[in-house]
């Protein structure tokens, strides 16, 4: 058991930099199915997000198809991102192989050295975010992907991946993630389960960090749906700072 808290990290955004993979899967996916007639910015991705329920990445290229007024299945959605994404073999060769690791195992060392416990949500399916923490190196971590739980905001991810440690009441849970979703997924594991002391915490992903306006655009979204903190990197994040 932790000797002081627990911190839980998203994946995408927060750990490693999607701006040229899933980001851009979801771009040339859209472009794909639109015969190149529509291919959206970081900006419209980041604006459908932003509503806090499109927090899978394959439903979200669905939905932007949708908008564009394209109906297209979901299976060949995902049929053609994963192509794109991870490849078509057993071992990735696609868009995941030029991902950018955003943090570096020492600071989870250090984690543990200071009493913290620490794991791991996310949207993202099972093997891609253990492909992330292997390259991290720490691949034996605490993890809850996609065919784990229900999608964010929905919390039941979270909750559960929380139980493994078996805190008392009053234990201190931080969540770092990059989305609306996260910080809306924070409050409602909070409502749920009272007696822990939740803190959500907002990391700008890289592509927002481009210029002042987007950062404080980005900054202000995450701050009205829940985050008690904004961060551009999870480095700067000191858990024992950040307590209510």
């Known amino acids: 058991m932790p000797k002081f808290g627990v911190l839980i990290c998203d994946i995408d955004g927060v750990i490693r930099d999607v701006r040229h993979s899933y980001r851009r899967a979801i771009q040339a996916t859209v472009a794909h199915f639109t015969q190149g007639q529509y291919e959206p910015t970081l900006t419209d991705i980041d604006q459908l997000k932003s509503e806090g329920y499109w927090n899978n990445d394959w439903s979200a290229t669905q939905e932007l198809l949708r908008r564009w007024g394209k109906a297209v299945p979901l299976e060949a959605v995902i049929t053609h991102f994963q192509k794109l994404y991870w490849g078509e073999t057993e071992a990735p060769t696609g868009l995941i192989t030029q991902e950018e690791l955003l943090i570096t195992a020492e600071y989870f060392t250090e984690l543990s050295q200071r009493g913290w416990g620490w794991g791991f949500f996310s949207g993202a399916p099972r093997r891609e975010a253990q492909y992330a923490l292997e390259r991290l190196g720490v691949s034996s971590a605490p993890l809850v992907g996609m065919e784990d739980a229900p999608a964010k905001p929905d919390p039941t991810g979270l909750l559960r991946l929380v139980a493994t440690w078996n805190c008392p ?5 931080i969540y770092a993630g990059d989305t609306v979703a996260d910080m809306l997924t924070v409050r409602a594991a909070e409502r749920e389960q009272p007696g822990y002391r939740w803190v959500a915490v907002g990391i700008l992903p ?10 404080d655009s980005y900054t202000k979204t995450l701050q009205q749906q829940g985050a008690d903190l904004v961060l551009p990197k999870l480095n700067l994040l000191i858990p024992e700072s950040v307590l209510p």
């Open 206 to 215: 890289p592509h927002v960090q481009a210029n002042q306006q987007a950062i």
């Open 169 to 173: 009441p009053g234990t201190p849970m």
